[in-house]
């Protein structure tokens, strides 16, 4: 069991949100955006700026000469790969990269990716008029950080939630609870509240497993609740196709979004695969 | 070296009455070297003739080098018929997809998925090989040196130079010469356009006094103006290019899939009247057309 000033010291250790981050996802929601305005915040970030120019330089993209400014990068390979390496790496740059005993970081980002992915997809459609598409994404992306607050300071202790998850039905949620006295929600929604992200996007990371429970309803935890579910339901069909995800349980609320079962309305987003291929392809080489 | 224009037809195939004359198929070029090597650029719709009439001599050899995968680069490969023979060899050159993470072979064999095409790439009967090419890498194929650049496009796009005893040809894939991002009001206007001068001499040191050259041309100039970061040149940047590299002769290809016989033709005309032409023999890409070096 952990206290609550224990939890309130680990969010408080965790370094600030790069507000370049933001930016580079709000930016690149829009299709046309400024090439000028994409270049400026990138270079306002020097880890960022270091980080893109280390990835344009590798041998994975095999130039003849050396790029040595993001503006040069935007002639030499094009702002479109600079966007897309920009995203790719502002994504990552959104959870910390310390390592995180007792989780797998590679699954963790995975279903992360989708999550926000999915949460991208299923709002653009359904949310009323102007929609921030990169809110919809982040607040997929980072609905499990409380997570890694827990593998990063509570390694042991966060096993042995992994370890105890058959005595509580795998029930995960009840799990933390029992062995942590709180869950990756609540933790998570306490660092995204540090880190002042907007309400809506700390309500969807605090209620994504209990949509019902929330003081206030919103597009953006109905998309990252739904994202949740959808994501599982993606892994298990892609790990063996034709798998249905029967124990999936969509709350009511959910579906009447939907407008439709979940799985007919996965089935229905075009370039689903695609999308997530794209994003998971950095995390080998980012 | 002979080079054929087997396609010169941008974004998408466009038979009809209005393009009889220069060509409906999209982007594929053939080179033979003077040993017989057998060289294909692009694999778009005008690969699938060319795939005939190379049958006709008998089994097969060849290599195909892919300037980028967009739809009009390869939409002619699934109908090669030489890749369902037994007893071909067929070499495929291009370039990894550092965004997508995907390699040559993905992306082709995804186009032949079952939902696209009745026959799978792990089915054709030919025997195929995937190589990734290295920018400024030159790839030996018979008696032809290839050197590929990468070119601005959205996508990875490589122009490749294809050289043979002194005889220098370049395509450029597709093409739009880096603009400046900035306003000239803006602070870094400066640094970017002194990028773009020494980007563009890149270019032209690469090709620097090319036999022939077939460059990217969708535009007029007037039209590039709403079409700008779209990836294509202009008559304007094609003669440019022309121009600060020396090029002896230049065809102009990826015609815009509006763009009727007759606009060419008027295109072309209007172009030869002007004053500040160099000295370079310019022409329209025909398909069909024969070009001996």
């Known amino acids: 069991m952990i206290s609550q000033q224990q939890l309130i010291r680990m969010v408080e250790s965790i370094p600030p949100f790069p507000e370049s981050v933001h930016q580079v996802l709000s930016l690149t929601a829009s299709v046309d955006c400024a090439p000028k305005a994409l270049v400026k915040v990138i270079e306002h970030d020097p880890i960022l700026t270091a980080e893109v120019l280390r990835l344009v330089n590798s041998a994975y993209f095999g130039l003849s000469r050396h790029v040595t400014s993001i503006n040069h990068a935007v002639v030499y390979v094009g702002i479109n790969t600079v966007k897309n390496v920009a995203i790719a790496l502002s994504t990552k740059g959104a959870l910390p990269a310390k390592n995180t005993a007792g989780l797998d970081m590679r699954q963790f980002w995975e279903h992360s990716l989708t999550v926000g992915v999915l949460a991208r997809l299923l709002a653009a459609p359904r949310a009323a008029g102007e929609i921030n598409e990169a809110n919809y994404f982040v607040a997929g992306l980072l609905h499990d950080i409380g997570k890694i607050l827990f593998a990063h300071f509570i390694p042991q202790e966060y096993r042995q939630v992994a370890e105890s998850l058959a005595d509580y039905g795998y029930d995960e949620l009840a799990t933390e609870r029992a062995v942590l006295g709180t869950d990756h929600c609540q933790a998570g929604a306490m660092l995204a509240e540090k880190w002042k992200l907007p309400t809506s996007l700390v309500r969807s990371i605090r209620f994504h497993h209990d949509v019902e429970a929330a003081d206030e309803q919103s597009p953006e935890l109905y998309a990252t609740a739904a994202a949740n579910l959808a994501a599982h339901l993606v892994s298990a069909a892609r790990a063996t196709p034709g798998a249905g995800g029967d124990h999936v349980v969509v709350p009511e609320v959910l579906r009447a979004w939907l407008g439709d079962e979940l799985p007919q309305v996965v089935n229905g987003i075009v370039g689903l695969s695609e999308e997530i291929d794209k994003a998971k392809a950095f995390i080998e080489v980012v | ?293």
Request: aromatic fraction near 12%; charge should be negative; hydrophobic fraction near 35%.
């Open chain 2, 1 to 293: 070296m002979k080079i054929t224009l087997c396609g010169v037809r941008g974004s998408i195939a466009v038979p009809g009455p209005d393009t009889v004359r220069y060509g409906g198929n999209t982007t594929c070029i053939h080179v033979e070297g003077k040993d017989g090597t057998q060289l294909i650029i692009d694999g778009g719709t005008g690969i699938r003739a060319l795939g005939e009439r190379l049958l006709a001599a008998g089994p097969l050899a060849c290599s195909i080098f892919i300037t980028h995968t967009h739809w009009d680069h390869i939409q002619g490969l699934p109908f090669f018929v030489p890749f369902f023979l037994p007893g071909n060899q067929v070499d495929i050159y291009g370039a990894y997809d550092p965004i997508y993470g995907k390699d040559l072979k993905t992306i082709l064999a995804q186009q032949m998925e079952y939902c696209y095409f009745p026959v799978r790439e792990s089915e054709l009967k030919a025997k195929i090989s995937y190589n990734h090419v290295t920018e400024r890498q030159p790839v030996k194929i018979g008696s032809l040196t290839v050197t590929p650049l990468l070119v601005n496009h959205p996508v990875y796009n490589f122009g490749y130079r294809i050289e043979e005893d002194g005889k220098v040809f370049f395509f450029t894939g597709d093409y739009e010469p880096p603009y400046n991002i900035y306003e000239p009001a803006d602070e870094d206007y400066e640094d970017y356009q002194r990028l773009i001068v020494q980007q563009k001499k890149t270019l032209v040191d690469f090709i620097r006094g090319a036999d022939v050259v077939v460059a990217d041309t969708q535009y007029t100039l007037a039209e590039y103006a709403s079409r700008k970061g779209w990836g294509h040149g202009t008559y304007d940047s094609s003669i440019e290019m022309a121009r600060m590299a020396a090029v002896k002769s230049m065809y102009f290809t990826h015609h815009d899939p509006n763009r009727t016989d007759d606009q060419l033709d008027a295109i072309f005309s209007q172009l030869q009247s002007r004053q500040d032409l160099p000295a370079t023999r310019f022409a329209v890409a025909r398909e069909g057309e024969i070009i001996e070096l």
